[in-house]
């Protein structure tokens, strides 16, 4: 086994939230320049949404029912 291939199942071994946070960091170190223009991306983004939600363009669902209707497809 490789030592990258150590490491993955290492890192699958642990908890939910640490894969994040080892994902997070390992994206970070790839390339920091591309990673502020995807956040400017993003703010830019959400700018919009919340400009069309102000302009009544979008339906807004509320969270409660976002996260009753995912936890009712993971029962199935």
Do not use: N
């Amino acid at each position: 086994m490789t030592q990258p291939e150590k490491v993955l199942r290492a890192a699958l071994s642990l908890p939910e939230a640490d894969r994040a946070d080892i994902a997070d960091r390992l994206l970070l170190s790839l390339d920091a320049s591309s990673q502020r223009e995807i956040d400017a991306l993003w703010a830019q983004e959400a700018e919009s949404r919340i400009e069309a939600y102000d302009r009544g363009e979008i339906e807004v669902i509320p969270g409660k029912e976002v996260f009753a209707a995912v936890r009712a497809r993971q029962r199935q």
